[in-house]
């Protein structure tokens, strides 16, 4: 199989849910973006498990905050992947991709189907996220810290060659902040006025090799953003109105500044006995725990109302 296609790239069948909420209420935007993270993360659990291997917890803190914006925010076109004027987005925590793959796949980029195929040989969809391979890749990313660097490079293309409007979004996590090239890559952000990037840090918490204050201390996160020149924003990751009203103030902020959010966000989000568990940064669930996990999902999934 060529795994090389992206450049190559026809549209699929219309992904199940589309971008256009505009008819909709506050509230009814989020119930819906809800639902929509709940099968996000179905779909996760769904993929780990079937590869028996995979990084789930960190994609299931990620989840509903990059609903919010492959959903709701987000100026892409799936038919057009390449489209010049489109926002970008980066995992820069490339190891969570499972999520993102997620999002590319209910939003029509490529099929549902093909998400079983994760970490497969000859599947696009490895482990980590790799762009010549898949239509809506903006980086390949994996590599801690690179994929922030990238993102602040495309904003700098956007802002400074192109003159272009559209938003970078990157999303990094709170371990990774450990990399030196995260700050070279802020102190160029602040130096460049990118008010056109957006980085979103996940602040689960946990970690490869334990809790963050155990592996390396990072706080004050907020004040050192700030000191490095970045507008500094927190939100609840799992609140979706706090989510979406933080994102659109991002999103629309022109004040010369890059800016930051930091996500309060818990590891294994959406399962009880994945939620804050260090084993499940990279590990698989067995057959039982994938039925145990299943079943809470889907048991969210009826409580919250089918999307139509």
């Known amino acids: 199989m060529d795994t090389n296609t992206a450049g190559n790239y026809s549209s699929p069948a219309r992904g199940r849910y589309s ?11 989020v119930a819906r973006l809800n639902r929509i993270a709940n099968t996000m993360r179905q779909n996760v659990v769904d993929m780990v498990y079937t ?13 509903d905050f990059v609903t919010a914006l492959y959903f ?66 903006d980086a390949s990313t994996g590599s801690l810290g690179l994929g922030f660097a990238q993102a602040v ?28 090239v995260i700050w070279e890559a802020s102190l160029a952000a602040a130096k460049y006025k990118l008010d056109n990037l957006v980085a979103i840090v996940d602040m689960n918490n946990l970690q490869l090799d334990g ?15 700030r000191a490095f020149g970045f507008d500094v924003m927190t939100m609840d990751g799992h609140d979706m109105a706090d989510v979406l009203t933080t994102l659109t103030k991002a999103r629309n902020a022109r004040a ?22 260090l084993d499940w940064h990279g590990k698989a669930p067995n057959d039982e725990q994938y039925k145990k996990a299943c079943d809470e999902l889907q048991a969210c999934k009826e409580l919250e109302g089918v999307e139509s």
């Open 211 to 225: 809790t963050i204050d155990e592996v390396m201390p990072i706080e004050p996160v907020d004040a050192k953003f």
């Open 19 to 29: 971008r256009n909420a505009s008819n909709l209420t506050f509230d009814a935007r």
């Open 72 to 137: 709701d925010l987000m100026n892409i076109d799936p038919a057009n992947p390449h489209w010049e004027d489109r926002d970008r987005f980066v995992l820069s925590k490339g190891h969570a991709c499972p999520i993102w793959y997620s999002a590319l796949a209910l939003r029509g980029y490529f099929p549902e189907s093909e998400l079983k195929t994760l970490r497969k040989n000859g599947s696009r969809l490895q482990g980590h996220p790799i762009a010549t391979y898949l239509p809506g890749l």
């Open 153 to 180: 490079g495309i904003a700098m293309e956007g802002k400074l060659l192109k003159k272009k409007d559209y938003k970078v979004f990157a999303v990094l996590g709170d371990g990774e902040l450990d990399e030196g």
């Open 51 to 63: 590869a028996q291997s995979g990084h789930i917890g960190g994609a299931l803190s990620a989840a």
């Open 256 to 277: 010369g500044k890059p800016i930051c959010i930091l996500a309060n966000t818990v590891k294994g989000k959406g399962v009880n006995f994945m939620e804050h568990q």
